[in-house]
């Protein structure tokens, strides 16, 4: 079966691509969970729609369920720093990967990083795969860049980090020592500064956004996690007061965060268009006033529900108005629905906001008047 997503590249030079997982690492399946506590954590870590499955990347494997903070511990881990990753320069595209060799791991061209020698996939049918994923990323790639080009004047980083960081600081409880922008998001840098902080924790927030293999919808992403670093907030949560030598140079690990939360929002197009280019011209149209409304929309609801998800005490039950799909073959509890908009709990866990992008107001009071 062919897999659906991005390449990415690991501290080691192994690829995984996004909805699979190489033979060495652990095969999942979406409802299946797969040894949640000895997850490696953080490398550049983005939750897939296709299977809603956070990837580290040394392997695959379900997330394990959101985990909320108590305020026991909200008030033993300030003040806390804040790491925004965002690795990516720009927009992209999903495109269709290869699986000519069946488990083998995938090498390709990603926009914006670069490509790998076929030997880091290991062997001749590890070569076929960069070889045809190379072209359909290039593919994609050149799809895409005219919609980059309409939107080159927004600042991607900004808005996200901004989103964030507001929606961070509006949480009462909460105490902050720096919110930031990073740019190098990998296992190395996240450690250094992990134990580098002064702070009473350090939390990590990476997000992704992108188009889908159709054009027809964005998708923006973020998972955050929060590690207890102080003496007394890692004796508050249950950890050796000190950080242990034995551990240096080791990722981070999901269990010993306090916090952690997978969030997807999923705009899609008013009308979805029989092909690509159709889709494409929509987001374009009238200074891709959509897709500009959609990127802002996202990073403003995504970050409204880490946010929201810090805040839910531990263990409290949140009202179900029944299930339903959220992406084809992917069924969801329904916490809220209004519109054309819903929000689903996934099995794993992980939050999905599903709408339907609309122009700002005032744009589409204009766009009317213009017709």
Known sequence: MNGVGRCRLDTRLRIIRMGECSSTAHSYHPATVTAPEEEPMFKTRIVVFAALVPLVLHGCAVAP????????????????????????????????LSAISNGAVACGIVPGIGILLA????????????????????EADELVRPLK???????????????????????????????????????????????????GAVMFVNLDYHLSIDFSTLEVSAAGLLFPRSVAARTATGKPPQLS??????????HEAVYRADIVYRASLPKTAETAGGNIEAWKANNGRLLRAALEDGGRQVAQLLAEEMQRA??????????????????????????????????NGALVYKTTVSPPAGQAASAAMAQ
Request: with cysteine.
């Open 314 to 347: 531990p263990g409290a039950e949140q009202t179900v108005l029944g299930t339903a799909e959220f992406a084809k073959g992917q069924t969801g509890q329904v916490l809220r629905s209004q519109g054309a908009t819903q929000l689903f709990r996934a099995p």
């Open 149 to 199: 080009d309409t939107v080159i004047d927004v600042k991607h980083d900004e808005m996200f980090t901004n989103s964030i960081s507001t929606s961070l600081r509006g949480i009462p409880s909460m105490q902050y020592a720096s919110l930031q922008l990073t740019k190098t998001v990998d296992d190395k840098a996240y450690e250094e500064i992990f134990r580098s902080s002064s702070s």
């Open 245 to 254: 030598e034995d551990t240096k140079g080791k990722p981070l690990m999901a």
């Open 65 to 96: 369920p959101n985990r909320t903070l108590s305020p026991a511990v909200a008030a033993a881990v300030q003040p806390v720093d804040v790491r925004i990753g965002i690795r990516q320069p720009e927009l992209y595209a999903k495109f269709e």
């Open 119 to 138: 030997a880091a996939c290991g062997g001749l049918m590890g070569a076929m795969d960069a070889t045809v994923n190379a072209q359909r990323a290039k």
